[in-house]
């Protein structure tokens, strides 16, 4: 078995930190550490959620690994699993992290941080493998001083997995509001319960607090790449909003906004775990290009289950985007096979007899195909950018980007 190859010279626990939050404190917290290598695989066995799809589709899926000339095909194992202890440690440090002075901005800042309703907790996945996938000797590094080393960075990079999560999380308030929705995550929106006022000001409270915990880093670079990325998520919004007939119906427009609204976080954050681990600038760039491609993949499924999905499974409507005017790629490649269909689109889908015309010619297009097709295309430069890494014998950062190349698959194979 995989598990017991990468395991069988770890000890059958593992210490992981400190529950208090690493964003915030002052000090770093005292770390028992039994292997240095436990450090990077806290979990991995246990219940991961994974909501991407039932086990069957993700252990038929099978990928090898070429090492120093040698290689190891074995089957996958759940990436979710691999980090679920560190999970559930952020899952109740964001929750401790959200907590406000006005107990009513305080309900609303941690309700999508409530156990049960925290989402897929994927951004947070993909940053604690990186970690690991990155936790290589670096040149002149003194062995003595690489445990201690290695707890702090450990700390300061789950603190990027909680700033990621809660600039996310914002983001999904803010858009609720300007979706007008009424579900998110399966559950009632915020807006729908609280109002748009207090939805905004708990989207805006989650941004100040990432502030706070991104500040605490004291890494001017790391600061810039996750300022950029509020910018980059502002940006797309407004250019959903404001945008020409024209631009609706480019392919190009399209990747740029997706890019701003999905992908610059994730790409950017990984790029912030390569940073803090004192990465070369190859290597930072391999890891953004790394999330720049599983972002691009995964808003291309979103944007493709937008159509195939129901509403229970999705979470949240179907056929939303379409229904509020947002083209997206499946209906933009069915253009490219009918023409007829921008006209359609350019009378802005107020009649619902419009939006069963679109769907017609999407059905008779190969749009759908298509759009899955382009995702696989980035999910495969995403895996590419994993396989570029420079090579470690180490069984623990080996198997943490077999988990990071099985996430390009997962993504592409989910049906919610």
Not at 106 to 122: I, T
Not at 367 to 377: H, S, V
């Amino acid at each position: 078995m995989y598990l017991r190859l990468a395991l069988r010279n770890l000890s059958s626990k593992t210490r992981i930190l400190s529950t208090s939050s690493s964003c915030f404190s002052k000090t770093l917290p005292e770390i028992h550490q039994q292997h240095r290598s436990l450090l990077l695989l806290p979990k991995v066995f246990g219940g991961g959620d994974t909501s991407y799809g039932n086990s069957h589709s993700f252990h038929s899926f099978r990928f090898q690994v070429q090492q120093g000339g040698s290689s190891l095909v074995e089957e996958p194992v759940d990436p979710f699993s691999l980090v679920a202890d560190e999970l559930s440690l952020i899952g109740n440090r964001l929750r401790g992290m959200v907590v406000a002075e006005v107990p009513k901005l305080a309900s609303a800042a941690e309700y999508f941080f409530k156990m049960g309703v925290e989402g897929k907790r994927f951004r947070p996945t993909v940053l604690l493998l990186m970690a690991s996938a990155l936790n290589v000797s670096l040149p002149g590094s003194v062995p003595d001083a690489v445990a201690n080393f290695s707890n702090e960075l450990r700390t300061r990079q789950q603190c990027i997995a909680e700033i990621t999560e809660m600039i996310h999380v914002a983001s999904l308030l803010h858009d609720d509001v300007l979706d007008d929705a009424d579900t998110r995550r399966g559950v009632r929106s915020l807006n729908f319960l609280m109002g748009n006022k207090l939805s905004v000001l708990a989207g805006d409270f989650l941004l100040s607090r990432a502030c706070v915990a991104l500040a605490s880093l004291k890494n001017t670079e790391v600061v810039t790449l996750l300022a950029t990325v509020v910018e980059h998520l502002v940006t797309g919004e407004t250019m959903q909003m404001a945008s020409t007939s024209e631009q609706r119906c480019s392919m190009d427009q399209y990747m740029q906004k997706t890019y701003y609204k999905t992908a610059s976080l994730i790409a950017n954050s990984c790029k912030a775990i390569a940073l803090l681990a004192g990465q070369a600038t190859d290597v930072a760039m391999l890891a953004y290009n790394y999330g720049r491609n599983l972002g691009l993949a995964y808003q291309l499924i979103d944007d493709v289950l937008d159509f195939t999905g129901t509403s229970a499974s999705l979470g949240k409507g179907s056929l939303s985007d379409i229904r509020h005017g947002i083209i997206t790629a499946p209906i933009l490649f069915a253009i490219e096979e009918f023409p007829q269909l921008q006209e359609v689109i350019n009378r802005g889908f107020s009649d619902p007899a419009d939006v069963d015309l679109a769907l017609e010619y999407l059905g008779k297009s190969r749009g759908i195909q298509r759009a899955k097709e382009l995702a696989t295309e980035h999910a495969n430069l995403a895996a590419s950018a994993i396989n570029s890494l420079p090579q470690s014998d180490d069984d623990n950062v080996r198997i943490s980007r077999r988990a990071l190349v099985d996430l390009t698959h997962i993504v592409i194979t989910r049906t919610k």
